[in-house]
T-cell receptor
Framework: GAVVSQHPSRVICKSGTSVKIECRSL??????MFWYRQFPKQSLMLMATSNEGSKATYEQGVEKDKFLINHASLTLSTLTVTSAHPEDSSFYICSARAGISARSNYGYTFGSGTRLTVV | AQKVTQAQTEISVVEKEDVTLDCVYETRDTTYYLFWYKQPPSGELVFLIR??????QNEISGRYSWNFQKSTSSFNFTITASQVVDSAVYFC???????????FGAGTILRVKS
């Protein structure tokens, strides 16, 4: 159980275009989803936290207008990188959590990540 | 403030050697949760273990074992008889009881050579 599907796994886009990444919880309802960015050989940097039906909470330094997050249902969250530039190239990973407290049996389940390359 | 330190940036071992990955955490909370994740070259994060702060029992799962010591705020991870497939980046993470965000360490790159 507790599977999170993330698509696409790889995407190459032209500078100036927008890219949408999807994160789906397949066998549980994710009340909260998280989006991370990971630079090569570095740790995961939390970008934003989204709760179903409400606006995402962004971490300091993350541009809300650049990284649009939508969490329209309990099983789907999307991250749209708008007007992408080469510096947005990175590995993006989503995570989903079920339950309302940290005592949830599922803990945090991660997607397989999306490698974005902006050319 | 919460913080996780993985002082070992990179470790290289030869297959069949035992290896221990260190994790030291900082928190003022009395209830918290500690995690270990494996990130193979393909990129996905694989959950290995979650340990609650009120449960200091060490855990063994096959070749993996974890040593949780609250007195030293450490949650170390040992792989016994390492294999090439263990090569990955390993992350230790911390979560507060009523928190929402995992705090990750910097990760340790483990290279197991045949």
């Amino acid at each position: 159980g507790a599977v999170v599907s993330q698509h696409p796994s790889r995407v190459i886009c032209k500078s100036g275009t927008s890219v949408k990444i999807e994160c789906r919880s397949l066998d549980f309802q994710a009340t909260t989803m998280f989006w991370y960015r990971q630079f090569p050989k570095q740790s995961l940097m939390l970008m934003a936290t989204s709760n179903e039906g409400s606006k995402a909470t962004y971490e300091q330094g993350v541009e809300k207008d650049k990284f649009l997050i939508n969490h329209a249902s309990l099983t789907l969250s999307t991250l749209t990188v708008t007007s992408a530039h080469p510096e947005d190239s990175s590995f993006y990973i989503c995570s989903a959590r079920a339950g309302i407290s940290a005592r949830s049996n599922y803990g945090y389940t991660f997607g397989s990540g999306t490698r974005l390359t902006v050319v | 403030a919460q913080k996780v330190t993985q002082a070992q940036t990179e470790i290289s071992v030869v297959e069949k050697e035992d290896v221990t990955l260190d994790c030291v955490y900082e928190t003022r909370d009395t209830t918290y949760y500690l995690f270990w994740y494996k990130q193979p070259p393909s990129g996905e994060l694989v959950f290995l273990i979650r340990r609650n702060s009120f449960d200091e029992q060490n855990e063994i799962s096959g070749r993996y074992s974890w040593n949780f010591q609250k007195s030293t705020s450490s949650f170390n991870f040992t792989i016994t008889a390492s294999q090439v497939v263990d090569s990955a980046v390993y992350f230790c993470a911390l979560l507060m009881e009523y928190g929402n965000k995992l705090v990750f360490g910097a990760g340790t790159i483990l290279r197991v050579k045949s």
